[in-house]
């Protein structure tokens, strides 16, 4: 048996591929009883690169068109190796999955400021059309939330920026900083629904740029306020601290930094949400290669117990837990779905093989949160054990209050800051 054949063997617990090498020689492996898929090697060297690699390699063949697939797709693909080597079971595959893997990189390897920046710039800054081919109305490029899991995107995305704005206990007036503000939806969200001051900072210009038109074109560009600043050069208070899908791109060696941060940045009665992709379980023994290199360069998923050990050391209190186990595979399958239907603007936009990497990369990352080690956290911290109700039932009150005001169109100019007298005080 070949090498290649050997990992393929090893890979699956369930179903079988037949490999057509150069030349028109095919093997098939595999147990069986499962999805059968044809794959075709347009070159000798494929094998071996998936063998030393196999997450990049197989990425990068399928993304240079060396790797094809006969009778299915990527996504067909990935589900039938991650499927039988899912994290809960402890695959036997899943050591030979992680070969490759850089596992002294996320120790070593420092956020400075100008990397930081350029890495962001990296994923983007690429064209605005590009996302709009896939992305919701809102351009919200994070996990949505899904009540029900038939949903559409655009109510999933709506929704998670109500469950966001809820556990940050809100009230009119106060000023919210947002730590990765993206195109600025949230910060928009937040003050259309809560009355709200918000400041967001990002790294990318090209998202400067459209978060402040946004503000702008809502008429509430005096209140809703977007800078290009790295959160660690911030030298103010607020009384709310929102991050979505930034933390990721943090590096294992700044979450002390981090945190920190934020504790400063926070009044002594303040709250934060804090949004992001994580591990289950385990540290992360380094980043997916292919999306290292493709996709998010210098990224790094953290574990429960990453971001609970440097919380703790910057005295906040991790006053909510919440895993969302399963709504970041479906938020990512409307993504493919939508992206796969544009494929033509996309290879327009771009190439064929643009499209191969991005394709890869939302299947690849279905199959992480689907049968992978990746979950999404939202843990939300507090300074003081008394900045919050004593119950949750807060939390739920205010997700359904702003899940009717977030469905009104905004107002043509900037809402009346209602005097602090006006304003209702939390439940105790």
Known sequence: MSLIGTLVDKLLAKGSITLIRPGGKAETY???????????????????????????????????????????????????IVGSNRWEEKGEGRAALSKGKNRIKRFFQRNSFKRARRNVAHHYDLKDELYELFLDEDKQYSCAYFTDPANSLEQAQADKKAHIAAKLALRPGQRVLDIGCGWGGMALYLNKVADVDVLGVTLSEHQLKIARQRAEAAGVSDRVKFELKDYRLLDESFDRIVSVGMFEHVGAKHYDEFFAQCRRLLKADGVMLLHTIG????????????????????????????????????RLISSDVENLRLHYGLTLRHWLERATDARKQIEAMYDARFFRMWEFYLAGGIVMFESGAACNYQVQYIRDRRALPITRDYMAQAEQRYRELGSAPLPKKAPTRRKRADVPELAK
């Open 30 to 80: 595999g147990p069986g009883g499962g999805k059968h898929l044809t794959i075709r090697f347009a070159d000798k060297k494929v094998p071996f690169d998936i063998l030393r690699n196999p997450r990049l390699g197989l990425g990068e063949a399928y993304m240079d068109g060396r790797l094809t697939i006969e009778d299915g797709t990527i996504l067909d693909l990935l589900e039938l």
């Open 279 to 314: 591990k289950l379980g385990e540290i992360s023994k380094g980043p997916d290669p292919f999306t290292d290199k493709w996709i998010f360069p210098g990224y790094h998923l953290p574990s429960l117990s990453q971001m609970s050990e440097a919380s703790e050391r910057a």
